[in-house]
């Protein structure tokens, strides 16, 4: 069994929790993730590694309730306990030495991925701007901690309501173009986001890292759930990934296959969902 050991509520859709897993602290590194279940009849549900701490032996999670096994996660309290918590998985993010200054941008929850890739890339001498955007200010999470791993932060709103009005594209093309010059982009966040960041990024000839979180179910590259194109070829995100050249990704293709269960979601979260006022 692996204890909540810490939990907070960062925004009204998104929570923060300690998990006591020694063995996982000990090897994680940035860009990898864990698949957890609550219990035995649970699902199994991946989720990117936001932190971890070796000496304490706890690897942090950030999730936002969008299905079941999230709500059912979201209702447990510190001193809890889930059943699985496996990883590290999938391949750690690897940066060419000569990197000297990186733009690390995250969309929303994506920011909480975009976290331990900034921290790394700042703890190795890298100048490292951030960009995250957020629909409005009431959802912008670990504000401090990516102050604390940036030489600059940028936080934009879709609604202006931070003063900062815009999307994350327009900023990182902003900086881009007033001379700013970036040896890496990585970019995490929603595909559409991911991509449209991608085809500034060509214009200019900026490498640039993506995370891809597709439809996942064993984590080891057994059941072919999480394939994505990349330079016409199939790569399993779960054991080739989840980092990957982002001006090779297909993402037209991976936004049609996350759309494949949408139904049968909305299904089952009616079907186990709250039934108050309901007849």
Do not use: W
């Not at 990704?249 to 709250?274: L, P, T």
């Amino acid at each position: 069994m692996y204890k909540i050991v810490k939990k907070r509520i960062l925004n009204e859709q998104v929570k923060l929790m300690e998990i006591e897993a020694p063995y996982v602290a000990r090897k994680a590194e940035p860009g990898q993730f864990i698949i957890f279940r609550i219990d035995e009849n649970g699902e199994r549900v991946p989720l990117t590694i936001a932190d971890f701490d070796r000496e304490k032996g706890t690897v942090t999670i950030i999730f936002q309730e969008v299905g079941n096994s999230t709500r059912k996660l979201g209702m447990l309290e510190e001193g809890d306990s889930l059943l699985d918590f496996v990883g590290p998985l999938g391949v750690a993010s690897h940066f060419d030495a000569s990197i000297k200054r990186a733009a690390v941008i995250g969309g929303g929850l994506g920011t909480a991925i975009a976290y331990p890739q900034a921290k790394k890339l700042h703890n190795s001498g890298v100048e490292v701007d951030s960009i995250c955007g957020f629909r409005n200010k009431d959802l912008i999470i670990l504000e401090e901690q990516m102050k604390e791993v940036s030489a600059n932060l940028y936080i934009t709103t879709d609604d202006g309501s931070n003063g900062n009005k815009g999307f994350v594209t327009d900023q990182l093309r902003g900086l881009i173009e007033s001379g700013n010059k970036y040896d890496l982009v990585i970019a995490i966040g929603p595909l559409i986001m991911m991509k449209f960041i991608c085809a500034v990024t060509k214009e200019y000839g900026i490498k640039t890292i993506v995370s891809m979180n597709p439809i996942m179910i064993d984590g080891t590259g057994m059941c072919g759930g999480c394939r994505v194109t990349v330079g016409g070829e199939t790569k399993f995100a779960c054991v080739d990934g989840p980092d990957f050249d982002g001006h090779m990704v297909d993402f037209d293709e991976a936004m049609r296959r996350q759309q494949i269960y949408k139904a049968e979601e909305r299904h089952h979260i009616g079907e186990d969902g709250c039934r108050i006022n309901t007849k």
